[in-house]
């Protein structure tokens, strides 16, 4: 996503929200690989103007869904 806005910026008005699972709040000191293996994408993203959902990571591992 984010080399998709570096390199064609016009796309960023076509996009109507972008959903994200990273970062962290307070998980111990696991680190989030969604974030930490390219921290300048991921700013990239957050800083487009795209509306965006961010969950953190911690919140999907807390979390449970039955099948039901």
Same mark, same amino acid.
């Given at each position: 996503?984010?080399?998709?806005?570096?390199d064609?910026?016009? %796309?960023?008005?076509?996009?109507?929200?972008? *959903?994200i !699972?990273?970062?962290?709040?307070?998980?111990? #000191?696991?680190?989030? $690989?969604?974030?930490?293996?390219?921290? %300048?994408?991921?700013?990239?993203?957050?800083? *487009?103007? !795209?509306?965006?959902?961010?969950?953190?990571? #911690?919140?999907?591992? $807390?979390?449970?869904?039955?099948?039901?």
């Amino acid at each position: 996503m984010a080399r998709l806005i570096r390199d064609e910026p016009q %796309v960023v008005s076509h996009i109507e929200r972008i *959903s994200i !699972i990273g970062g962290a709040i307070g998980f111990g #000191d696991e680190p989030d $690989t969604n974030f930490v293996v390219d921290p %300048v994408a991921a700013w990239l993203v957050l800083q *487009s103007g !795209i509306p965006t959902i961010l969950v953190p990571f #911690d919140v999907t591992r $807390t979390t449970h869904l039955s099948e039901r």
